[in-house]
């Protein structure tokens, strides 16, 4: 029984001490994780109602940046496989430059060409892309959240089981885990920092809060966001942040190749 008990020691001070040399080996995209999410979450008691429509409607600054951020994580991670020669990089890369496009229907609204009809009548708003699709919007005719099976195919859904099983669950069975460890190494699988990961967990519970909380907020600030807009633009600063942290995600790995264990600054 004391030798169990020692043996639980030992693998959370493993643990912990993992997480401190990341905290330490990637002290700087903290940094900037945390003072954007700041930035953009308290953004809405800190500007006027005209200026929040210009930074957050549809195809406004906060739309063209999430795109922009897509974008740079695909150049990235493209790059991560022009370096090392790992398929797992070029997946990601395709993803996120699919993303990007998404995001700005392709250029539809910037080149101003039309959607074919074929698609334009399953598009919720007409545009060409696939995420306003009926099958993968988030909502139903009418404008109320999915709910219960027809959710499971909602791109906000699935983006989320994307984020919380790549920046969450893998990083910590990572940590935690010696023959996952073997197995993403043996696999090509670049393994994101549990302490970049715990972001995307973050940023998504401050933005269900603000939703919960906004109708108090907003009376309480009467010249910040309505009611009535107040979903979308909550869902595009938490679409922003969480393209940022993709970001310094694609970076460091840029930087770091295939990581195996989190590296001790003592060693380097």
């Not at 609204?109 to 334009?120: D, E, H, K, Q």
């Not at 983006?159 to 919380?164: D, M, R």
């Not at 393994?191 to 906004?214: C, D, E, H, R, T």
Request: charge should be neutral; glycine fraction near 6%.
């Amino acid at each position: 029984m004391r030798q169990h008990y020692k043996d639980i020691t030992l693998a959370i001070s493993a643990v912990h001490n993992k997480v401190i040399n990341q905290c330490i080996n990637c002290w700087s995209y903290i940094l900037v994780i945390v003072i954007v999410l700041s930035m953009t979450h308290l953004s809405i008691f800190l500007i006027d109602l005209n200026t929040y429509h210009w930074v957050y409607s549809e195809d406004g600054v906060i739309e063209n940046l999430t795109a922009g951020l897509f974008l740079l994580s695909a150049i990235i991670f493209g790059l991560s496989f022009i370096r090392y020669r790992r398929i797992f990089y070029i997946v990601f890369a395709l993803i996120f430059f699919i993303a990007f496009g998404e995001e700005i229907s392709w250029g539809q609204r910037i080149l101003g060409f039309s959607t074919p009809a074929s698609l334009a009548s399953i598009n919720v708003q007409g545009e060409l892309n696939l995420h306003n699709l009926e099958l993968f919007n988030a909502y139903v005719e009418g404008g109320e959240p999915k709910v219960g099976l027809d959710k499971i195919f909602s791109i906000t859904f699935l983006y989320k089981i994307f984020w919380l099983v790549y920046g969450i669950m893998i990083p910590l069975l990572f940590l935690c885990s010696e023959r996952i460890r073997n197995l993403t190494t043996a696999w090509g699988i670049a393994v994101a920092p549990i302490v970049i990961g715990i972001f995307f967990l973050i940023n998504w519970a401050i933005m269900k809060l603000s939703m919960q909380y906004a109708q108090i907020a907003f009376s309480i600030y009467p010249d910040g966001l309505r009611q009535s807009s107040q979903g979308h633009y909550l869902m595009e600063i938490y679409e922003f942040s969480s393209s940022l942290i993709f970001l310094c995600t694609s970076i460091y790995f840029y930087r770091q190749g295939i990581p195996t264990e989190p590296k001790n600054p003592k060693s380097q």
